[in-house]
């Protein structure tokens, strides 16, 4: 890539804008999270769903001490990959306590029950087990606190990720797939077929999103998966009538008009001449879109009608936890909605960015 070529003088253009490019380090870091997953929470069951119900609601920072009452060696160990992807299901039983003493071959543990209430003491047999305390008792801080069934707030707000920047991503895939398409066809022939089209989009334009989203998972059915389309099937329009607009703009100049005259088919004129010259825009709406997707993902997981539990989302989080900001706990609502209000913003910067980066009228000034 040369220094002058477009695309270069395009990203030094975007680096001086020190928001959106900090936007885009933001966007970054969530993708690696997302990434590795299961590999970075302090939770490594699969959807970090390990509970203990005597720990809800604990404040950020609490550390407890657990011991192993009971191990299940028919559970096997998965490969880093599959950790990475799923998580692994953990072999033994713990419970929290607040002290413990070995006496020959047993136990003896105060189970923890509250932190104004003394549990009576219980004893386990211990066996013989050489390095028992080493083993079998172990310390865990939840550094974001625990959530209403006592699981790890950090673990979930990790896992969320995945949820929000997949449906992002599925659902702008698809809305490119079909903006584009319809946009091109409509803006390149014009006539009785752009006014089809045009009216088309005009209806599902005036339809509310959330309210169009609803009503294609009420067809799809709840789930994971059908958010994927929900989402993607109600936010093309804005895609199609930018590209419509470009298209119509780029039709009459001369390398289309030469393209045209050597006989190429109005496939290749389209897909090889016209859409890489709007690419730009293009990249800028579907910045914008890939928001506007996530705060739809988390509007429907609020609703119920998104990820199912136990499956991790910043919207059913708040969900769960929304009466809480009025108690003690409002942090049980306020972490995923800082999350959802970050990723958000961070999109919106680079989209900006990105259209100030792609503004034809100011490439000629010095880069």
Do not use: C
């Amino acid at each position: 890539m040369s220094t002058n070529s477009p695309s270069k003088k395009i990203w030094n253009k975007f680096k001086r804008n020190k928001l959106a490019f900090g936007g885009l380090i933001f966007i970054l870091i969530l993708m690696l999270m997302g990434v590795l997953g299961y590999l970075i929470t302090p939770d490594q069951t699969p959807y970090a769903n390990t509970m203990h119900l005597q720990l809800s609601n604990k404040k950020p920072f609490r550390t407890f001490d657990f011991l192993i009452i009971n191990r299940n060696p028919g559970i096997k160990r998965v490969t880093l990959f599959k950790k990475m992807l799923f998580g692994q299901e953990a072999n033994f039983k713990s419970i929290p306590i607040t002290s413990y003493r070995v006496e020959g071959n047993r136990i003896f543990v105060r189970e923890y029950i509250g932190d104004d209430e003394n549990a009576e003491e219980t004893s386990y047999k211990i066996n013989g087990q050489q390095n028992f305390e080493k083993n079998n008792i172990y310390t865990q801080t939840f550094y974001f606190g625990t959530d209403m069934y006592g699981r790890d707030l950090l673990s979930r707000l990790i896992l969320g990720i995945r949820v929000s920047l997949s449906v992002g991503l599925m659902a702008v895939l698809i809305s490119l797939f079909i903006g584009v398409s319809l946009g091109a066809i409509a803006g390149y022939f014009g006539a009785e077929i752009d006014a089809f089209i045009s009216w088309f989009m005009n209806v599902i334009w005036s339809l509310p999103s959330l309210l169009l989203v609803i009503a294609i998972s009420f067809a799809l059915g709840k789930g994971f998966w059908q958010i994927f389309i929900a989402v993607g099937l109600s936010t093309w329009v804005d895609v199609s009538r930018l590209v419509r607009g470009q298209v119509m703009a780029l039709k009459e100049v001369e390398f289309v008009e030469a393209a045209k005259a050597l006989g190429f088919s109005t496939q290749r004129t389209i897909v090889k001449h016209i859409l890489p010259n709007i690419a730009g825009p293009i990249l800028v709406v579907a910045s914008a879109n890939f928001a506007a997707a996530i705060l739809l993902e988390t509007g429907l997981s609020f609703l119920g009608f998104g990820a199912q539990p136990p499956m991790p989302s910043w919207g059913s989080m708040i969900k769960e936890h929304y009466a809480y900001i009025i108690m003690d706990a409002a942090y049980l609502a306020v972490l995923p909605g800082l999350a959802i209000m970050l990723t958000v913003y961070a999109f919106n910067l680079l989209a900006i960015g990105l259209r100030d980066a792609f503004d034809v009228k100011s490439q000629n000034t010095n880069v």
